[in-house]
């Protein structure tokens, strides 16, 4: 392990909050900030689906609310993350992400990282730094309904950036590849918007505090990776 990957895994990085509209790529570069500073990714959904598999008091009552049709409810969503937030490994930091998704759940985490409850978490004391993956729209669309998939291997594809060699074929095994039905254009073009009207006042929250940094999104995954390293390594000193 170099020198430097081994400061970055023992420095507080603090909570790491990514924003982004769908085909932004937060996932992969959380996947990256999670290696790179040996800290967890943490999704909402992932709490909420191990909860459920683990039959926690939380699973349970989102399992009722889920299989009665209905949405699982903030003050519902928020207990299971708290209940992440505070096991051992969060301790110099997390990132995460597809959290918070409103002004309401950002303000409860405002709140709650300035609690009691968490006064032992060095990463405490930092505040979150917020990093919006900025994406031209219709680079979005070429991103997400240009994904193909291989149902056999799993395998994925993009016919405009990443096409198989045989069009439509998946490259190791020769299976027809699909789409997936919410890579369907019009789809892709509500959930853009859908994003949009639900983000853009958490955008605004977090640029009142100053906390809001802009990344370009449109790039190379590596050029991206390594821009939002940097800005890390600088500490959160916002």
Known sequence: MSQAVADARSCNVGPVILLGPPGAGKGTQAKRIAESYGVPQISTGDILRANVAAGTD?????????????????SLVCDMVSARLVEPDSARGFILDGF???????????????????????????RPIVIDFAVDYNSLLRRLTGRRSCPTCGRIYNVYYQPPRVDETCDVDGTKLVT????????????????????????????????LRVIDGDRDMDAVTRDTLELLSNGNRL
Not at 58 to 74: N, Q
Not at 104 to 114: I, K, N, P, R
């Open 180 to 211: 997936r039905k919410d890579d369907d254009e019009q789809v892709v073009s509500e959930r853009l918007k859908e994003y949009e009207r639900k983000t853009l006042p958490l955008i605004d929250y977090y640029r009142a505090k100053g906390r």
């Open 100 to 126: 918070p998704r409103t002004v309401a759940q950002a303000e409860w985490l405002d709140s709650f990282l300035e609690s009691k409850v968490f006064e032992n978490q060095p990463c405490s004391k930092l």
């Open 58 to 74: 939380l699973g349970r009552k989102a399992k009722a609310i889920i299989e009665r049709g209905e949405l699982v409810p903030d």
